[in-house]
């Protein structure tokens, strides 16, 4: 099993930055992918941002050119830069990972608050 651990959360203003990092308890090369879901109230679970061992990255398309993903493999972790933050962007993110084998196996972090508001 994998454990993930997210920090970064937190209020920001409108046009502000956040910086988050997830963690995982394995060498991030055997996870297929790593990312971000967010839920809001009232709201479905929304892919954010994910990157796979192989470099791809993929955005929701109310993040591209705002939110950008990228890797530690050393560290096992992965981070999402948050720019220009909207209201909109308010939610719960969780840390997502995705390990391919016989069965394919998702996890979950904790989730983190993140508010956008002035």
């Known amino acids: 099993q994998v454990q993930l651990v997210e920090s970064g959360g937190g209020l920001v203003q ?4 956040l910086r988050r990092s ?4 394995i060498n991030i090369f055997n996870i297929y992918s790593m990312g971000w879901y967010r839920q809001a109230p ?6 954010v941002a ?4 192989g470099g791809s ?4 398309d109310s993040v591209k050119g705002r939110f950008t993903i990228s890797r530690d493999n050393a560290k096992n ?6 720019n ?8 719960v993110y969780y840390c997502n990972a995705v ?11 904790q989730g983190t608050q993140v508010t956008v508001s002035s």
């Open 14 to 17: 409108p046009g502000g930055s």
């Open 22 to 25: 997830c963690a995982a308890s």
């Open 42 to 47: 009232g709201k479905q679970r929304e892919l």
């Open 50 to 53: 994910a990157i796979t061992s």
């Open 57 to 60: 990255t993929n955005y929701a």
């Open 77 to 82: 972790t992965v981070y999402l830069k948050m």
């Open 84 to 91: 220009s933050l909207k209201p909109e962007d308010t939610a």
């Open 99 to 109: 390990v391919l084998g016989l069965v394919g196996r998702d996890y979950w972090g």
